[in-house]
C-alpha cells in the first residue's frame, strides 16, 4: 500500500470508481448476467472494503499530516528563533562595524584634514622658495634664529649699515674690540633648483654653468662689499639654508670652494654656523672673565687680609689657652700640696703633748695660726714646703 500514499483521498475515490468501470467492463465482455451479478456483488464488497480502507487511510493521512504541520510549524518556530536571534547578532555585529567604521573614517578624515594643511604648507613654501625676495627671507630667517639661539643680546646685529652703504644681513661683534663677522643668507637657488630640474645631460651641464656663475658672481659681491678693511674681519660667512645644498656643493663643485677660499669667504651650512656660534660664544665668555679677572682679583687680596686677621686671633686665642691651661696646672700643684698637708696633720700624736709638765714654760715660738674648734683652740705648727 505503499504506493497509494502518493494519492490524495480524491484521487484514490477515482481510482476506486475507475476500477469499478473496469471490472463491469469485463464482466460484459465475457457475459453471463447471474456471473456478472455476483461478479459485481464481489466488486460491490470490494468497494466497500476499499471505502473503509480509504476512510481508515484518510484518517491516517489526516493525523500524520496534523504531526507533520506540527512539525513543521515548530521547525519553522525554532528556525524563526534561530533567525531572529541570528539577525540580532548580525545586526549588532553591523552597527559595531559601522561604529568603527565611523571612527576610523574619523581618523581619516582628520588625517587628510592635515594632508590638506600640509599640501597647502608646502604650496606656500614653494611659493617661498620661488620668489627671489621671500626665498632670501626664509634663508634670512634661519640664520637669524640661528644667531639668536647661540649668542647673548648684544654680541650680534641684524641688517646693519657699513660705511660702504652696504648692508650685510648679520653682524657678530667679536672679542677684544676685533672688527665684526659678516653673515650672508642671500644664496642664489635658482640656478640649482634648474639644475636638481634637468631631464637631459645637456639640459644639466647648462644648469651646472649656470649655478656656478650665479654662485662665483655671489661670492665676489660679497667680498666687495662686506670685507672692509679696519671695519670688518678679513672673513665672512656664506650661509647655505640646507644641508643636502652644502654637501652635493662640497663633492660635486670643488672649484667653487677653492674659489670662495681664495677671497676669504667660508661656506657654511646650519650645523656648521651653529658650530661656529658655539665657538664665538666661548671665545665671549673668556673675555669677560678676562675683563673681570681684576675684580676677582681684589676679592682674593680681600680675603688673604680677612685670612690674616683669622690667624692673629687664633693665635690670641692659643695664647689665652696656654694662660688658662697654665693655671689649671698651678691649680693642681696647690692641691697636691693641700692633700699633703692634711695627711700630715692626720698623722699627728696629741697624747705626747698632754703628758708634758705644766711648769715647763713653753719654748718661743712664733704665732701659730689657730684653728678653731669646739674643744677649745688647737695651735698647730704649719711648714711650708715646696
Known amino acids: 500500500m505503499a504506493w497509494l500514499s502518493g494519492f490524495g483521498p480524491g484521487g484514490l475515490v477515482a481510482l476506486a470508481v475507475g476500477v469499478l468501470l473496469i471490472g463491469v467492463l469485463f464482466l460484459r465482455r465475457n457475459g453471463g448476467r447471474d456471473q456478472a451479478e455476483a461478479q459485481m456483488a464481489e466488486l460491490m464488497r470490494a468497494q466497500a472494503d476499499l471505502n473503509g480502507r480509504l476512510a481508515a487511510m484518510a484518517d491516517v493521512f489526516g493525523t500524520r499530516q496534523a504531526e507533520l504541520n506540527q512539525s513543521i510549524g515548530q521547525r519553522l518556530d525554532g528556525m524563526s528563533q534561530r533567525i531572529g536571534a541570528t539577525l540580532t547578532e548580525q545586526t549588532r555585529h553591523t552597527h559595531e562595524n559601522l561604529r568603527r567604521l565611523q571612527e576610523r573614517l574619523a581618523v581619516i578624515d582628520a588625517a587628510q584634514s592635515n594632508i590638506q594643511t600640509l599640501a597647502k604648507d608646502v604650496v606656500g613654501l614653494q611659493a617661498i622658495l620661488s ?26 646685529a641684524f641688517q646693519t649699515t657699513l660705511s660702504n ?46 649655478f656656478r656663475r650665479d654662485l662665483d658672481t655671489h661670492i665676489r659681491d660679497i667680498a666687495q662689499k662686506y670685507l672692509v678693511t679696519g671695519e ?3 672673513t665672512a660667512f656664506l650661509f647655505v639654508p640646507s644641508e643636502s645644498i ?23 651650512s646650519p650645523s656648521l654656523l651653529m658650530l661656529s656660534i658655539q665657538v664665538i660664544q666661548s671665545v665671549l ?13 681684589g676679592e682674593v687680596a680681600h680675603l688673604l687680609g680677612d685670612l690674616a686677621r683669622l690667624d692673629d686671633r687664633v693665635a690670641k686665642l692659643q695664647s689665652h689657652f696656654s694662660a688658662a691651661q697654665k693655671d689649671v696646672e698651678m691649680i693642681a700643684v696647690s692641691g697636691a700640696k693641700m692633700m699633703k698637708r692634711g695627711e700630715k696633720i692626720v698623722s699627728l700624736d ?37
Open 131 to 156: 620668489n627671489k625676495q621671500t626665498r632670501g627671507a626664509f634663508g634670512q630667517a634661519r640664520m637669524e634664529a640661528i644667531v639668536a639661539d647661540g649668542l647673548p643680546m648684544g654680541a650680534y
Open 165 to 210: 652703504g652696504s648692508r650685510p644681513d648679520c653682524t657678530i661683534r667679536m672679542p677684544n674690540g676685533a672688527p665684526p663677522l659678516v653673515v650672508d643668507a642671500k644664496f642664489p637657488l635658482e640656478a640649482w633648483n634648474a639644475l636638481r630640474a634637468a631631464a637631459s645631460p645637456e639640459a644639466a651641464r647648462l644648469a651646472t654653468q649656470q
Open 232 to 234: 670688518t674681519q678679513e
Open 246 to 268: 652644502f654637501a652635493d656643493i662640497h663633492e660635486h663643485h670643488e672649484a667653487i670652494i677653492q674659489r670662495a677660499q681664495r677671497q676669504r669667504i667660508v661656506i657654511v
Open 285 to 297: 665668555k673668556d673675555q669677560r672673565m678676562r675683563e673681570q679677572a681684576h675684580v676677582i682679583q
Open 350 to 386: 696629741f697624747a705626747e703633748t698632754a703628758a708634758t709638765p705644766a711648769a715647763t714654760p713653753p719654748e718661743p715660738q712664733p704665732a701659730p695660726r689657730g684653728v678653731e674648734s669646739r674643744t677649745g683652740l688647737l695651735k698647730l705648727r704649719v711648714v711650708d714646703e715646696d
